[in-house]
């Protein structure tokens, strides 16, 4: 099944969902100690907000090395967040398996994303 090209990075399955992924994200290190507002909260939420903000920059780009580059620093950012979560559980800041799940739908369909991009008209 082929879907139309999309017009606005709005309109990436991606992007929705790593966009999903801040909103929850937010909601659920919102509910961390206030002694981890300048340090876990703060990291997580900034390494959340990259992944849709580069594949939302990237989306512009004109080339495929630079798209590639900024669905790179996407997945880079992916994973600082799988990080966090693992610490956040450590810690005993509140169960996120869900949030965990959310991350492994947006790494396969950022990994799918790119290998499209990188072997199109190739």
Known sequence: ??????K???????????HAFVLSLYAYSSNFPQSELYGLTSQARRAAVSIPANIAEGFKKRTKPDKARFLNISQGSLEECRYY???????????NKKLTEQLEEISKLLGSYMAALLHADS
């Open 8 to 18: 606005r990075f709005e309109d990436l399955i991606v992007w929705q969902k790593a």
């Open 85 to 95: 979560l693992i610490l956040a559980n450590d810690l005993g800041y509140g169960e």
């Open 1 to 6: 099944m082929s879907r139309e090209p999309a």
